[in-house]
């Protein structure tokens, strides 16, 4: 089977393609760069002696994605490619909603074009908005979104859900991501944000290599036993792996279906940071800030369903992800750059 993988050079698409690779399938990478590096495209090369074609492309750009499906001829499609910053997102909404769901519309489009009928969507917890229930099933109803970003995986997955509906040639998975952390073992690629870090390893990370003064820890009063935030923490490898088993399942299914990827246990922001001060050897430092806004307290699943249909288990623990997050932050200590950008 061949797989065409949108956002394929970014974080979570560099580690896929890896699992993909080694598990014997074929595939080619659709990225705009926009919020990544070629050299992840050169990195997933070197660790799995494999090669695969690279398409330098915006999806909104339909006839440039029209060349890569005529091309390529792809079985499936993994798609990544979005932006991801919650609070950008808030600030540019039109731009959001054009590029994840203006460009989600197109690939459907050019996908339906050429006889390509099966998916695999990267959507997240945060659909569930403020949940219903802890641990949160698939059967949580879905919630109000805080942020545009949020809204985009919304709304995305409900016209995914509504193609396959309309058409059974249609073969859709939805796989609402919890907090995906890690690197690769090799420590050749990893999480590169540009500026400074919105999510809290990446943070800590350029902490612990002499980035960054000290981590604000968003919040101490909430209730929870150390009053800072819950949040179920996911290894991008076993993320990555969650993909190569949906993809096993498509075949096997009709319409569509949705699958919560998590471990299915919750950290503290302290339990974390000091989970990564062992994983470095060395004390960091932090101090106490306000809430930020949009934050809910506790963000756990229920990982039953994707056990059960999936086979899928989570491997990594957090004391796993922060040492491959170490490893790989204090290997490439600006990322994929040689310094400061
Ligand atoms: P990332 O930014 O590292 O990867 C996304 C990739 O998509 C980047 O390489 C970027 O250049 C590319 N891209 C963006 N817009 C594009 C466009 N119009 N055309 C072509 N390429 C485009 O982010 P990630 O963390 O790897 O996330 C991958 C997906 O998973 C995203 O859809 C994200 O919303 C979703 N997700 C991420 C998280 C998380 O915490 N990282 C959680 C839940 C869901
Ligand atoms: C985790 C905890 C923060 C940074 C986000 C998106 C979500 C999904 C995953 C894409 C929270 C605290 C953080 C810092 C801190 N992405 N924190 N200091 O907010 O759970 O989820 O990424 O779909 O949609 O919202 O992840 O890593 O930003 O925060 O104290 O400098 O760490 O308050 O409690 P979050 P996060």
């Not at 598990?23 to 695969?52: C, H, M, P, W």
């Not at 690279?54 to 990544?80: G, Y």
């Not at 604000?216 to 490898?237: A, E, Q």
């Amino acid at each position: 089977m061949k797989i065409l993988v949108t956002g394929g050079a970014g974080y979570i698409g560099s580690h896929t393609c890896v699992e993909l690779l080694e598990r014997g399938y074929e595939i080619t990478v659709v990225d705009d760069l926009s919020n990544s590096n070629k050299k992840a495209i050169e990195r997933v090369k070197q660790i799995t002696g494999k090669d695969f074609t690279f398409h330098e492309v915006n999806i909104c750009d339909k006839a440039k994605l029209d060349e890569a499906f005529e091309v390529e001829k792809p079985d499936a499609v993994i798609h990544f490619a979005g932006l991801k910053a919650v609070g950008e997102s808030v600030e540019k909404p039109v731009e959001y909603y054009d590029n994840n769901i203006g460009g989600t519309l197109n690939l459907i489009r050019s996908m339906r074009e050429h006889g390509v009928f099966n998916i695999i969507f990267s959507s997240s917890a945060t659909v569930y908005g403020d949940p219903a229930e802890i641990p949160i099933s698939e059967n949580c109803p879905k919630g109000m979104c805080t942020n545009p970003y949020g809204w985009t995986k919304w709304m995305i997955e409900q016209i995914l859900t509504d193609t396959a509906k309309a058409d059974e040639r249609w073969k859709v998975i939805l796989l609402r991501y919890f907090n995906p952390i890690g690197a690769h073992e090799s420590g050749l690629i990893g999480e590169d944000p540009k500026g400074i870090p919105n999510n809290l390893v990446p943070y800590i990370a350029q902490v612990a290599v002499g980035r960054r003064e000290a981590l604000g820890v968003f919040g101490n009063d909430y209730d929870t036993p150390d009053g800072t935030c819950i949040r179920d923490y996911i290894h991008v490898c076993d993320l990555a792996r969650g993909h190569v088993l949906a993809l096993d399942h498509i075949n096997k299914m009709t319409g569509s279906d949705v699958f919560n990827l998590g471990s299915g246990r919750g950290y503290s922001v302290m339990e974390v940071f000091h989970a990564f001060e062992k994983a470095c050897g060395k004390t960091l430092k932090f101090e106490y800030k306000p809430r930020r806004a949009g934050d809910i307290p506790v963000c756990y699943c229920d990982p039953a369903k994707a056990k059960k249909v999936l086979g899928f288990e989570t491997q990594f623990d957090i004391n796993r992800m922060c040492a491959d997050s170490w490893n790989w932050q204090s290997k490439n200590p600006y990322g994929y750059n040689e310094c400061e950008q």
